[in-house]
């Protein structure tokens, strides 16, 4: 089984519908992000949580939101979707070293793609 | 600013070759780097690493050199094989105020022939 999990993997919907994109992890880890992947753009932050009660704006977060239920589950939220948010969402997550700071290498799962008509 | 970019957007090579993948980066605060691998269909997985202090480290098949003062960072793959196939991001992660900031690369696609 995968390490972070991330549901649905396929999503088409329509302008202003809600949607929601669950993400959970077994590894552990009190660190939870999530991106966007356009083509030619890179990976782009949309929101980052450091534990359950830490929730934090990444680059690109208009238009979306995010709730971190518990250690092992962060969901993403559009809450009324528009074309433009069409892209490759990905969940990550990382550890907290003894020292305070993190490791730096993210777990990534392994996407869901989701497509805005 | 900031900015990480890469040299070339798709790289092509024979199996066998060696391969080098360019990625320049902007912010020389930062002080920590990154390889991932992408494969189709996939999330991104981690590959190396290197610390600012560093100007090379070798893993498996791949080696990450660190040139500082162009602010450049090459990810080689000795003996490339088919399974070596995918899109290798770099990125660069800046620790401020104790936590980090990864900013990612767009992409290099490596394709590899038999």
């Known amino acids: 089984d995968a390490d972070v999990t991330q549901t649905p993997r396929n999503r088409i919907t329509k302008t202003g519908k809600r949607i929601m994109l669950e993400c959970s992890q077994t590894k552990g880890h009190d660190r939870m992000y999530w991106y966007r992947q356009d083509p030619g753009l890179g990976l782009q932050l949309i929101y980052y949580s450091f534990d359950v009660k830490d929730i934090n704006k990444g680059e690109i977060s208009d238009g979306y939101s995010v709730s971190r239920q518990a250690q092992a589950k962060f969901s993403l939220s559009l809450e009324s979707a528009i074309p433009n948010q069409t892209a490759l969402y990905f969940c990550?997550?990382?550890?907290?070293?003894?020292?305070?700071?993190?490791?730096?290498?993210?777990?990534f799962g392994e996407g869901s793609r989701l497509t805005v008509l | 600013g900031e900015s990480v970019g890469l040299h070339l957007p798709t790289l092509s090579v024979q199996e066998g070759d060696n391969s080098i993948i360019n990625c320049a980066y902007s912010?020389?605060?930062?002080?920590?780097f990154i390889w991932y691998k992408q494969e189709s269909g996939k999330g991104p997985q981690f590959i190396i690493d290197i610390r600012s202090n560093m100007d090379k480290r070798q893993g498996q098949r791949v080696t990450v050199l660190l040139n500082k003062t162009v602010k450049h960072l090459s990810l080689q793959i000795a003996a490339t094989q088919p399974g070596d196939s995918a899109v290798y991001f770099c990125?660069?992660?800046?620790?401020?105020?104790?936590?980090?900031?990864?900013?990612f690369g767009t992409g290099t696609r490596l394709l590899v022939s038999p």
């Open positions: 990125a660069e992660n800046t620790f401020r105020l104790g936590f980090q900031k990864l900013v």
């Open positions: 990550a997550t990382s550890d907290t070293t003894s020292g305070g700071t993190t490791t730096g290498e993210l777990f």
């Open positions: 912010n020389s605060a930062s002080d920590y």
